[in-house]
């Protein structure tokens, strides 16, 4: 008897939240189809952007790319360009490669459980559950940033949730109010359940649903909740980028390394420890490689830029130089007009304001 009410108590809570949910959700294109490729384009693209900004990339993503074989055929720069803006753009590389491993092994044809979903490449966790419960009804929890939350607060978890306890604790409380009979509707309920209701600041707790059995409001604690260790830090670098014009053409290179913003295309740039002065950089090695026997004129010196990644916290100056004779970049491309390729955000608003 014990079990049972148990496993009421937390079907109950799974079914307030989509009751909820029924009243409350947004009206988004990508709820009104069970299409897998049309999930799988908007969680990614969803998993480290806010709707109201992931919106408007989604719609010119699948207009670009209506299904998961023209997204294989693409080129990675067409791809990169679309995502320009977006960010984290290991998530469009992950896509482009996960496009093409589902029409090698699968036939263009998306697996229907998540057992085979998490074998694509580029496909994790998350992304998996998503598709597997909402195109095909597989009871699996998605745990996102927003079910962490929700569960954390309703269930006291003062374990970190970027550590295996409390991940753990995460997943089996999600596992135990998804309601099986309609786990897509359930997943989709508790992300938005977390999105607007049980939000990271100042929550609304006295109209919440669940006011009467959440543990974090009996503690009054709903603001230490969830609990992150803060284990990553963060590091400045110093990009100098040179802007090279000759005659029409100014001269762009990609970034082929394993480094932030992988395939995107830059200025050329000299990367220091330290902020520096342009007399600093004129002593450098590579920059009396690129210019010697050139006769270079300083046009520009832009104020230093603060530009902030996940991780890392970016001093950026741009340096803008005339040339009468061509550059020894070693690996270059040559344009004449930068709209066609993929530049990281910092290029681009530079750009923009010049």
């Known amino acids: 008897m014990f079990f049972v009410q148990k496993y009421n108590f937390f079907q109950m809570i799974g079914q307030k939240i989509i009751a909820w949910y029924k009243r409350n959700k947004r009206i988004l294109p990508w709820r009104d189809t069970e299409n897998p490729y049309l999930i799988w384009v908007s969680e990614v693209i969803l998993q480290q952007t806010r709707v109201n900004q992931g919106l408007n990339y989604y719609n010119r993503f699948v207009k670009t790319f209506p299904d998961v074989q023209t997204l294989a055929s693409a080129e990675m720069d067409q791809v990169l360009k679309l995502w320009q803006g977006l960010g984290y753009y290991s998530r469009a590389r992950n896509m482009h490669a996960a496009a093409q491993d589902i029409m090698v092994r699968f036939g263009g044809q998306f697996p229907k459980t998540y057992k085979e979903l998490i074998t694509i490449k580029g496909i994790g966790d998350y992304t998996a559950s998503a598709i597997a419960s909402f195109s095909f009804g597989e009871a699996v929890p998605v745990i996102d940033g927003n079910v962490m939350r929700v569960m954390s607060r309703l269930f006291g978890i003062s374990d970190p949730i970027n550590k295996s306890q409390g991940r753990k604790k995460i ?28 939000v990271p600041s100042n929550p609304d707790c006295e109209i919440c649903v669940l006011e009467n059995i959440c543990e974090a409001r009996r503690l009054d604690v709903v603001a230490y909740l969830p609990v992150k260790d803060e284990v990553v830090k963060v590091k400045t670098r110093y990009f100098n980028y040179i802007i090279i014009n000759h005659g029409k053409y100014t001269y762009i290179q990609k970034r082929e390394s394993k480094d932030i913003w992988a395939g995107l295309y830059e200025f050329p740039m000299i990367e220091t420890e330290q902020p520096v002065d342009i007399g600093f950089l004129q002593q450098t090695d590579t920059w009396k490689h690129w210019f010697s026997g050139n006769n270079l004129q300083i046009t520009r010196i832009s104020p230093e830029i603060t530009h902030r990644l996940t991780h890392r916290i970016l001093k950026v100056r741009f340096y803008e130089v005339l040339v009468d004779q061509p550059v020894d970049l070693r690996t270059q491309i040559i344009w004449d007009d930068i709209a066609g390729y993929a530049v990281p955000r910092v290029i681009e608003n530079y750009l923009n304001m010049r």
């Open 171 to 198: 997943r089996d409380y999600a596992e135990k109010t998804i309601v099986r009979e309609s786990p897509g509707i359930y997943n989709q309920a508790v992300m938005e359940f977390g999105a607007l209701q049980c």
